[in-house]
């Protein structure tokens, strides 16, 4: 059975950093994408990173945060500095075989449960 499991998300200040992990579990489960998403109150989720065999970024998020993936534990990470408020969110871990269309939430087939983030100003 596939599971997603993320962890790492908590409650910082502006300006500060967190880094959100993925485990990803499945004895054969190996995913081409690995990619991370976020949903504010009140919004749909949305894009912020994702990898294969590069890194793609949500311009809102370019320069401040970081995916990287560890194939050997099968984890996808997110390094996220100089937070801002607007960053508050619940953050998805997601995965998926097809390497097109990275960007797009309906593509992906397996989720996290997700991670709270907050942001204070």
């Known amino acids: 059975q596939v599971q997603l499991v993320e962890s790492g998300g908590g409650l910082v200040q502006a300006g500060g950093s967190l880094r959100l992990s993925c485990a990803a579990s499945?004895?054969?489960?190996?995913?081409?994408?690995m990619g991370w998403f976020r949903q504010a109150p009140g919004k749909e989720r949305e894009f912020v990173a994702a990898?294969?065999?590069?890194?793609i970024y949500a311009d809102s998020v370019k320069g401040r945060f970081t995916i990287s993936r560890d194939s050997a534990k099968n984890t996808v990470y997110l390094q996220m500095n100089s937070l801002k408020p607007e960053d508050t969110a619940v953050y998805y871990c997601?995965?998926?075989?097809?390497?097109?269309?990275?960007?797009?939430?309906?593509?992906?087939?397996?989720w996290g449960r997700g991670t709270q983030v907050t942001v204070s100003s």
């Open positions: 499945g004895r054969t489960f190996r995913p081409n994408v």
């Open positions: 990898i294969n065999w590069s890194q």
């Open positions: 997601a995965a998926k075989y097809s390497d097109y269309d990275v960007a797009l939430t309906d593509r992906y087939g397996y």
